[in-house]
């Protein structure tokens, strides 16, 4: 008997849900507007217009296709490895999908694109959004400028400190970046102040939420703009090498990069995906980001996944060198891939994370941002492991220049 | 009858009264409020991450979780203030996140232990609150406990009786699209909302969001069974501390007697 492939790729459920993930958590004043967007993106995806339009930004504004690159004096350095590591002879290639190199520096102007397309199809004339390392702040206020909208950005007031540069760049755009004091000062704060100042602004805002989490629909819809990451490298693969990789590796803030890289690769058996969090200190204390991993479910943001919490259900704060990670929570969609177990995670530390920065600035002439480098990192310690014949593609999503001040700062130089 | 039922059979119009627990000394704080006139107490819930809040409620959270405050010890205070009064409406109201973290039954069935007469979850919304393992209706009408639910500006025609059916003890009609705070809902708009609420529903219909001085209140009391203060109510036990619940009876005693001889006025 033939068993029913069972897909991956067919959540969520039309009331949002990712197995017991996801859904819409969101307080009375904002249900109908979620329902509404729901609605107008449904109508969105049915439109070949629509459609038309943001590949014609991707190719002509963001600069895709990016890049499928195979990383040579990475690969090899990771081979030296496997040999003096119990696997002589081994040792995975490491291919990269550039998406440091779209306009912006990360993946995430691609999500940007599409709901500012979408926010336009509504007759909405106010965009806000949240903003960690600054880069979804960049890649919003990018885009407002690009159409003409006015744009408030909502970003913790610590990570004001930590991302100056980008800040600078937000205000060059033509937005208005406010920092958040409450709490502890980081994106989960920049979030509650979004949806706030969504609640209140109902009639003409749109929200543009930077990652695969929130309530439905921006885990899904998200995660479909982004998809174009993953649907391209899977072409490139087969095009280049004949072949799919055997496995795809991404860091994970809320999960927005690695669903773009894995979604159109989830039905496809033979590829395995590891998706890293951010262990900042380590995952014994309370000083990391891995939601995953030292986490538990609950409900935040709109929706219900795993979240760093104590046991009444405050929400802890995480810890990561990265402002990009330091998330307590994780779009619903990774719970789920992580409970049918279609996903391995792992969590990678600041100290691990800073080495695989530098070495692929040296291995290969690409300075990374501190996301993509704990995925370097993951990639150091799992491709010596793998047979020589096989390839590893990793997302590098982002650029490094907006976190030099805070490498140089960790490495004790000046500048 | 509940509680609840039976003090809104009441001819007048009932003061609901919002605090923060775990803000200050929250059982004198909630005495005062009691002594001073309040129908309805509504006792808050601390959370990380008051999504729908705005500053002064923001704030309190803060200072609550900053000065320690467990669940445990919100269903303590609860516990109490059923001990010391015993025909006082008690609602606990915050987010889904801590209500549900023990399992929506646990919390239903502790809070029917404390005495609680209600609760109001301001994030799981009827969408979410039938067939899910955190359903937290359910539980709550199990064991007795009215789950109030909010109606807003932005609830239409169309989404009313989702938001109606499993609604118990009273309706809270958020008059603001917004957070709560300072900003104030005109009172047409509101005479017209509550009306069309009553149109489709037998439960009382509580007011609230940015009512903060006894004259709006009084305007809002000719229009609705019941009038939610919180914020102005919350900045005082912010701002006085240990001397706030002397505060709070003034500002209480004046909700008081404007709500409740609101339409006798009106009458007049
Ligand atoms: C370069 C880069 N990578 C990754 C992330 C994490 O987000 P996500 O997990 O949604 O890809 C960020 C977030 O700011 C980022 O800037």
């Not at chain 2, 129908?39 to 609550?64: H, K, W, Y």
């Not at chain 2, 393992?133 to 500006?153: N, Q, S």
């Not at chain 2, 603001?176 to 005109?186: C, D, N, P, R």
């Not at chain 2, 609705?224 to 209480?252: N, Q, R």
Request: net charge negative.
């Amino acid at each position: 008997m033939n068993t029913p492939l069972n897909s991956f790729r067919t959540q969520p459920d039309d009331r949002g849900h990712f197995g017991q993930f996801g859904g819409r958590y969101v307080a009375e004043t904002l249900m109908p507007l979620v329902l509404d967007l729901e609605r107008e993106y449904r109508k969105a995806q049915a439109d070949p217009a629509f459609a038309a339009e943001f590949d014609d930004l991707l190719e002509h504004y963001v600069g895709r296709p990016s890049p499928l690159y195979f990383a040579p004096r990475l690969t090899e350095e990771l081979r030296l490895l496997a040999d003096s590591q119990g696997n002589p002879g081994g040792g995975a290639q490491v291919w990269f999908k550039r998406d440091e190199l779209n306009h912006t520096g990360a993946h995430k102007i691609n999500n940007c694109i599409g709901q500012i397309l979408l926010a336009m199809r509504m007759g909405k004339t106010r965009i806000i959004a949240e903003t960690g390392a600054g880069q979804h702040g960049v890649a919003t206020a990018t885009v407002c400028a690009r159409f003409g909208l006015p744009c408030v950005i909502y970003m913790g007031a610590e990570d004001v400190k930590r991302q100056a540069p980008n800040v600078f760049r937000m205000k060059l755009l033509g937005a208005e970046v406010i920092p958040v004091t409450s709490g502890g000062a980081t994106l989960k704060d920049a979030m509650n102040e979004g949806l706030r100042d969504w609640v209140a602004n109902v009639h003409d805002t749109f929200y543009i939420i930077g990652t695969a989490a929130g309530p439905h629909p921006y885990p899904e819809m998200v995660r479909n703009f982004q998809s174009v990451i993953g649907k391209e490298a899977r072409a490139q693969m087969l095009s280049r090498v004949g072949r799919l990789p055997d496995l795809l590796v991404a860091c994970i803030g809320g999960g927005s990069n690695a669903l773009g890289l894995f979604h159109p690769f989830l039905d496809d058996p033979s590829v395995k995906m590891l998706g890293v969090e951010a262990a900042g200190h380590g995952l014994d204390g309370d000083q990391h980001a891995a939601s995953l991993l030292g986490g538990s479910p609950g409900v935040l943001h709109g929706n219900r996944t795993y979240l760093l919490q104590d046991e009444d259900g405050q929400i802890t704060e995480g810890h990561s060198i990265s402002a990009g990670l330091d998330y307590p929570g994780i779009g619903p969609e990774h719970a789920w891939l992580k409970e049918s177990g279609r996903v391995d995670y792992t969590a990678v530390t600041d100290d691990e994370a800073l080495e695989g920065f530098q070495l692929l600035c040296r291995t290969e002439g690409i300075i990374p941002a501190l996301e993509p480098a704990h995925a370097i990192a993951a990639v150091t310690k799992v491709a010596p492991t793998m047979p020589r014949d096989s390839i590893v593609l990793m997302n590098l999503c982002g650029r490094g220049d907006k976190d030099i001040f805070t490498v140089a700062e960790k490495l004790g130089v000046e500048l | 009858m509940t509680r609840l039922t039976t003090t809104f059979a009441a001819p007048r119009p009932a003061l609901v009264c919002f605090i923060t627990a775990g803000d200050g000394d929250t059982a004198a704080n909630l005495d005062a409020l009691v002594e001073a006139g309040a129908d309805v107490i509504e006792l808050g819930m601390p959370f990380t991450d008051p999504m729908a809040d705005g500053p002064a409620i923001q704030s309190a959270n803060l200072r609550s979780l900053g000065a320690g405050t467990t669940t445990a010890d919100v269903l303590r205070y609860a516990t109490d203030f059923r001990a010391r009064h015993p025909q006082v409406p008690l609602v606990l109201m915050g987010y889904a996140n801590p209500m549900v973290r023990r399992g929506p039954e646990w919390f239903a069935e502790a809070a029917a232990q404390a005495g609680v007469d209600g609760v109001i979850c301001v994030d799981i919304p009827p969408e979410e609150d039938f067939d899910s393992p955190w359903a937290l209706g359910p539980a709550l009408r199990a064991h007795g406990i009215a789950p109030i639910r909010l109606a807003t500006p932005t609830t239409d025609a169309a989404r009313l009786p989702q938001v109606l059916d499993g609604s118990e003890g009273f309706l809270y009609y958020v008059s603001v699209a917004g957070i709560t705070g300072k900003q104030q809902a005109l009172i047409e708009s509101i005479e017209a909302n509550v009306a069309r609420i009553k149109q489709s529903s037998d439960l009382p219909v509580a007011v609230g969001f940015g009512v903060r001085t006894p004259e709006q209140a009084a305007a809002i009391a000719k229009v609705a069974d019941g009038v939610v203060v919180g914020s102005a109510l919350v900045e005082i036990c912010g701002e006085y501390g240990a001397a706030a619940p002397a505060k709070l009876k003034e500002l209480t005693s004046a909700l008081a007697a404007a709500v409740h001889t609101a339409r006798q006025e009106h009458a007049a």
